[in-house]
């Protein structure tokens, strides 16, 4: 079966700007997760949905926002883009976060300049 | 809340030695861990997971990882290690039967392989 897709691979921004990243999930699974990968930070969590509901958020600032479609497709947005905003953006699907069945996909590469 | 520690940031060794990433993880709740790998400009890979039952869990390409309660451990081992094994290992813990739950991770150990 197919796995987690991001799209696009690659982005490259300007400071101010603002940016949506998209994650198309596993056939069937429900749960979206949304992370940030940095050097200096690591890997931190941001926000996951399930049938189109936040369930739960990290400690990001309100900048950053997602949602959730009904074919449980996924988008995270970032507005006023900072360049330590310049990340690794993953996503991972599940049929529900809490059964530990985490896919991730490639991720999308985002650089502010 | 949940944390991980993986106590090297940089583990290298050479070709057909063994190896022992360690991880280290705190909660005041039951958790589950896993191990993931990650290779330059991709994403995560899981390699291996501890959900429940035995402690000892195994990866299809010779990994294995215990699960300590007492040492609160789930240290990720390889008795012979290949080239193709350098990468970067991720050790997670995640809350079970937590709606939303998210995995938290460690900062992440560097494994390089020479020959």
């Known amino acids: 079966k197919a796995g987690v897709t991001q799209t696009p691979r690659y982005l490259i921004k300007t400071r101010g700007q603002q940016v949506t990243l998209s994650c198309s999930p596993i056939s069937g699974h429900r749960s979206v997760s949304w992370y940030q990968q940095t050097p200096g930070q690591g890997l931190q969590f941001l926000f996951e949905y399930f049938s189109e509901t936040q369930r739960n958020k990290g400690n990001f600032p309100g900048r950053f926002s997602g949602r959730q479609f009904s074919n449980s497709r996924s988008e995270m947005n970032v507005s006023t883009l900072e360049l330590g905003d310049s990340a690794l953006y993953l996503c991972a699907s599940s049929l529900a976060a809490e059964d530990g069945g985490y896919t991730f996909g490639s991720g999308t590469r985002l650089t502010v300049v | ?115």
């Open chain 2, 1 to 115: 809340a949940q944390s991980v520690t993986q106590l090297d940031s940089q583990v290298p060794v050479f070709e057909e030695a063994p190896v022992e990433l360690r991880c280290n993880y705190s909660s005041s709740v039951s958790v589950y861990l896993f191990w993931y790998v990650q290779y330059p400009n991709q994403g995560l890979q899981l390699l291996l997971k501890y959900l429940s039952g035995s402690t000892l869990v195994e990866s299809i390409n010779g990994f294995e990882a215990e699960f300590n309660k007492s040492q609160t451990s789930f240290h990720l081992r390889k008795p012979s290690v290949h080239i193709s094994d350098t990468a970067e290992y991720f050790c997670a813990v995640s809350a079970p039967h937590q709606a939303g739950t998210a995995l938290i991770f460690g900062k992440g150990t560097t494994l390089s392989v020479s020959s």
